[in-house]
């Protein structure tokens, strides 16, 4: 039997960070490849109680469908902590998802046609990429530096001939850079994209990770009615719940929940009560200061560990929150050719070209990602002085050649 494939699937690629994975997860290789949260972190008692608690007080409830826009309590309680951080909305602009990958997947469908323009940051996540690229629009790279995006890209957008549908944007310890924009870069943005009419999808996955001071307020903040913003619970609790939420303008909520409904009626109603539970008696206060110590002792061991192994021409900055480092190794290093070379030497990271969402030249090929999240300190030192070796060897080659 042939099976004809829709031609969309030709834009569905396996993720390189998935393929990259299988290679690093050899027994004995110190991986800083995974974007995974610690699961030391995880509040697995808390979860446990949450659990038993609605299984014990609305089991029939809770085991039911529900409504597509989620569990009416979550939604308030997801509006007053956007409040609190700054972002005014009405719990009728929230809608709660499997995941805030799904509202990646959900505002693809519902804003992009096939050859129609989307801006993404160079580099961006890469989740949002494939979760885009279905719907076979145009990528456009915004050019930035260590703050983000810089305004006169998205100006420059205005000039196009077909307008852009919206720039998609991580203002907060980024994945993959970990950059974090400031307020002024904001504030800049949000005015090049007023003056430019383009919406604004802002990603915030990150954004309560903060470990010397909360972020700026919120790009939507600055722009409700041009901006959509996603949140997720995936590093503030657990990322196997499943469960994120999109805050959009009251325009599009009627077209995202038939978007939402036609993906799979809602997000379970178990998990969502479940967290509910867990959150609203005030357990991310109790929780969230210690997965915050925890990594930036982490962050903090990887940036001594760099500083002190890596060697010269290499280039970092120090993220202030999230996950992740994002390194530039010297010119004429390729960091997805160096990976099977780190792998033999215990090591394991993530190539950067695959996060840029056109073809990479040689000063993308040169990035990688480092997560330090995953490994204890004294184990990111051991990794990173074999990351060390691995470069200094690299580096070495060519001359002696
Ligand atoms: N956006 C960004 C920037 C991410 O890094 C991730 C997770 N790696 C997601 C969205 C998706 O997160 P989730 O679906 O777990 O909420």
Redesign the pocket.
């Known amino acids: 039997m042939t099976w004809t494939l829709a031609a969309r699937s030709a834009r569905m690629n396996p993720s390189v960070i998935r393929e990259i994975l299988k290679l690093t997860e050899r027994p004995g290789v110190l991986s800083m490849a995974g ?1 995974l949260p610690s699961p030391d972190g995880f509040p697995v008692e808390a979860l446990r109680e949450a659990s038993e608690r609605v299984l014990r007080e609305a089991p029939r409830e809770a085991l039911q469908y529900a409504a597509s826009e989620g569990y009416g309590p979550l939604r308030e309680w997801i509006a007053a902590r956007l409040g609190a951080r700054g972002l005014q909305v009405d719990a009728a602009r929230v809608l709660v998802t499997s ?4 509202g ?1 997947d959900l505002l693809g469908k519902l804003l992009l046609d096939a050859g129609s323009t989307v801006a993404v940051e160079a580099p961006s ?1 890469l ?2 990429l494939q979760a885009f690229a279905p719907a076979e629009p145009r990528f456009v790279a915004l050019e930035g530096d260590d703050e983000g995006p810089r305004p006169e890209a998205i100006a420059a957008l205005a000039d196009a001939p077909e307008p852009a549908r919206f720039a998609y944007l ?1 203002p907060n310890f ?2 993959p850079t970990g950059r974090l924009m400031g307020a002024e870069r904001r504030a800049a943005l949000v005015r090049a994209a007023q003056a430019a009419r383009l919406p604004l999808v802002e ?1 915030d ?2 954004g309560e990770l903060w470990f010397d001071a909360a972020p700026p307020a919120s790009i939507s903040s600055l722009w409700p009615e041009g901006s959509v913003y ?1 949140g ?4 503030i609790l657990a ?1 196997g719940l ?3 939420y999109v805050v959009a303008p009251s325009a599009l909520m009627p077209k995202l929940l038939q978007a939402k409904q036609a993906a799979d009626l809602h997000t379970s109603g178990f998990v969502q009560r479940i967290a509910f539970e867990a959150v609203k008696d005030g357990l991310l206060e109790r929780h969230l200061p210690a997965v915050r110590q925890r990594y930036a002792a982490q962050r903090d061991a990887m940036a001594a560990a760099l500083q002190r192994h890596l060697p010269p021409g290499c280039a970092w900055q120090t993220p202030r929150g999230g996950m992740f480092f994002w390194l530039r190794l010297p010119a004429g290093l390729d960091a997805m050719a160096l990976l099977p070379r780190a792998v033999e030497a215990g090591v394991a990271f993530v190539p950067g070209a695959p996060f840029f969402a056109g073809e990479p030249g040689e000063a993308e090929r040169r990035c990688l990602r480092l997560s330090f999240v995953t490994l204890a300190p004294a184990r990111i030192e051991e990794g990173v002085a074999a990351l060390g070796r691995v470069l200094h060897e690299a580096i070495a080659l060519p001359r002696a050649a």
């Open positions: 974007g995941g805030s990958q799904q990646l996540y989740g949002a991580l980024q994945n990603d996955p990150y996603l997720s619970f995936s590093k990322p499943r469960l994120g």
